[in-house]
């Protein structure tokens, strides 16, 4: 699985004086990925938990956490908790394939870390802890089989961790100035922590030679299609963050960042970004076998609102970021999407106009483009006013009506996403006339993907 692509930006290195942390979570095509809201709760001694694959002990207390979840899996490609605790996780494939066991998904990791941890550094010992006792490398698909170990990012308000993964083994280190990883290990001779073992391990099979220092990504790192992919993606992301304005990113340009297709680079795509000719940081598919990019996230730590993101749904480049905050709230249609299209849901209709972008990409994504650049900056004006609003409330102890003004924000927001995307669906589809059938470069695989999840493209479907 070739996919997503994930950065973390230390406060003294963001325009915010905050930590940052993004992701681009590249998943199966067609698999929704809402985002939810799940309330902490308590739990009594011997209850357990149905993870995607595993069940398992029950901790007595789990944490408030939203995160992206990809329909079918317990887990989140990427999340927060009530902690201010932010998590990301990234594919990998190592040489250590000796795995003979079902284990926890990477995303089944990450949500359990965030349900258990008060801090980045806590949060990542408990996904230590899990994979270490359950193993990793179970399916991640339900298209495919599609195994993989991982690595994670994780953030809160004082600091930011890389966490690697080989079979059980694994590798840590602190992030200390912008950092962007892919699925290829990031970890070199830097390693601040590992697993006692790691580099006995390492030498004893021959990945280290006799004399040479532990290198983890080299020793580590099994040479496949994966690298092949995903080495010029960590190197553009870590070109472009070098050259943020000033050398401080913030959401603006973490969101150029999120949608970058190798713009003036050798390997831009030729016949526009939505053929999904090559694998770029905003990814698109052009085949049943390959990922796309589900949903994007920006947060950084606020001293006084706390956790302040911005989301995506769907592929970025043909979407909008909208203004999310931990408020304990979230609207419904933010949260709703399942294995069928539904126009209901945010996700699916994203992904419809994506879709429909994706017919003519060069001749349909420039309008769109230029609306929902329009309706962002509507949106950072709005926030920028409302979140001095909110704090304003927070400081005289008045919590209740700093959450409503957000969450009356997220859903003003939220309508005014879908109400815009239906309206450019509708602008699309009308440029076609009363022909039927897609045409182009895509025409077989749009006809094809849209006949398998229900999704009506030239003409109107049921609506759930």
């Known amino acids: ?123 990542m010992h408990v996904i230590i802890a899990m994979l270490e006792e359950y193993g990793q490398n179970a399916n991640a698909s339900q298209l495919f089989d599609r195994r993989y170990e991982n690595s994670f990012l994780l953030m809160d308000s004082r600091e930011i961790w890389l966490l690697e993964t080989t079979g059980r083994r694994w590798a840590a280190k602190r992030v200390k100035k912008p950092l962007g990883i892919s699925n290829c290990y990031a970890i070199r001779e830097d390693a601040e922590k590992m697993a006692a073992d790691l580099e006995t391990y390492s030498r004893e099979k021959g990945w280290t030679a006799p004399g040479e220092s532990f290198d983890f990504a080299k020793a580590c790192t099994k040479e496949a299609l994966r690298q092949m992919q995903s080495v010029p993606r960590f190197r553009r992301l870590n070109k472009l963050l070098e050259e943020a304005p000033g050398g401080k990113p913030d959401f603006t340009y973490c969101k150029k960042i999120c949608r970058d297709h190798f713009e003036g680079e050798i390997l831009e795509p030729r016949f526009g970004a939505g053929c999904g000719t090559f694998v770029t940081i905003c990814m698109h598919a052009g085949a049943w076998d390959r990922a796309q990019t589900a949903a994007s996230l920006m947060v950084s730590c606020h001293e006084e609102l706390g956790i302040v993101g911005r989301a995506a749904f769907s592929i970025p480049c043909c979407s909008a970021y909208m203004p999310i905050y931990w408020s304990e709230f979230i609207p419904e249609p933010i949260q709703t999407g399942g294995e069928r299209y539904a126009e209901s849901s945010l996700w699916w209709t994203m992904e419809r106009l994506s879709m429909l972008v994706s017919i003519d990409y060069e001749r349909f994504s420039g309008r769109v483009r230029e609306t929902f650049d329009s309706l962002e900056e509507d949106f950072e004006r709005e926030a920028l006013e409302n979140e001095s609003i909110a704090t304003g409330y927070l400081r005289t102890g008045e919590k209740e009506k700093a959450f409503k003004v957000l969450n009356s924000q997220m859903e003003r927001h939220c309508a005014r996403i879908m109400e815009t995307a239906h309206r450019l669906s509708g602008e699309i589809v009308s440029a076609f006339g009363e022909e039927t059938g897609i045409r182009g470069v895509r025409g077989e695989f749009l006809e094809e993907y849209s006949k398998r999840v229900g999704m009506p493209l030239l003409k109107e479907g049921p609506r759930e």
Not at 97 to 113: K, S
């Open 1 to 123: 699985m070739l996919s997503c692509d994930s950065f973390a930006i230390p406060k003294w290195d963001s325009a915010f004086g905050q930590n940052i942390l993004v992701k681009n979570s590249d998943r199966p095509l067609g698999e929704a990925q809402p985002l939810v809201w799940i309330p902490g709760a308590s739990h009594k001694d011997g209850e357990t938990l149905s993870c995607t694959h595993l069940t398992i002990p029950q901790a007595r207390e789990t944490y408030g956490v939203l995160g992206f979840k990809p329909y079918w899996i317990w887990g989140f490609e990427m999340g927060i908790n009530q902690w201010g605790v932010v998590i990301g996780n990234e594919a990998q494939g190592s040489r250590d394939c000796g795995e003979t066991q079902e284990g926890l998904l990477g995303m089944d990791m990450l949500r359990l870390g965030l349900e258990r941890g008060k801090s980045a550094h806590e949060a």
